[in-house]
C-alpha cells in the first residue's frame, strides 16, 4: 500500500469514528464517547503524526495526553 492510500484509509476512518462518535453521544453514551475520542487520538498520533515509529517519548506523551483528557473529563461528574 502506497503513503497516499495508507493516508486515505486513516482518513476513513477518522470519519468514521467521527460519525460514530456523534450517533453514541446523541444516544446519550458518554463514556462511548470518550472513548471513541482516545480512539481518534490514537488514530492521529499513530497514522497522521507516524510516531508509531517515532521517539518513544513523544508516542506516549501524546498518546498519554488524550488519556489525561479522558481520565479527567470522566471524573467531571463528582465534582459537579
Same mark, same amino acid.
Given at each position: 500500500? /502506497? *503513503?497516499?492510500? /495508507? %493516508?486515505?484509509?486513516?482518513?476513513?476512518? @477518522?470519519?468514521? @469514528? $467521527? &460519525?460514530? /462518535? &456523534?450517533?453514541?453521544?446523541?444516544?446519550?453514551? +458518554?463514556? =462511548?464517547? @470518550? @472513548?471513541?475520542?482516545?480512539?481518534?487520538? +490514537?488514530?492521529?498520533? *499513530?497514522? !497522521?503524526?507516524?510516531?508509531?515509529?517515532?521517539?518513544? %517519548? +513523544?508516542? !506516549? %506523551?501524546?498518546? =498519554?495526553?488524550? &488519556?489525561?483528557? &479522558?481520565?479527567?473529563? $470522566? /471524573?467531571?461528574?463528582? !465534582?459537579?
Amino acid at each position: 500500500m /502506497t *503513503d497516499s492510500q /495508507t %493516508l486515505i484509509l486513516y482518513w476513513v476512518v @477518522l470519519v468514521v @469514528l $467521527s &460519525v460514530g /462518535t &456523534v450517533l453514541t453521544g446523541a444516544s446519550g453514551l +458518554w463514556w =462511548g464517547v @470518550l @472513548l471513541l475520542a482516545v480512539v481518534k487520538g +490514537w488514530v492521529i498520533v *499513530d497514522g !497522521f503524526m507516524e510516531l508509531r515509529r517515532g521517539p518513544v %517519548l +513523544w508516542r !506516549f %506523551l501524546m498518546l =498519554g495526553w488524550g &488519556v489525561v483528557v &479522558v481520565a479527567l473529563l $470522566s /471524573t467531571y461528574p463528582l !465534582f459537579a
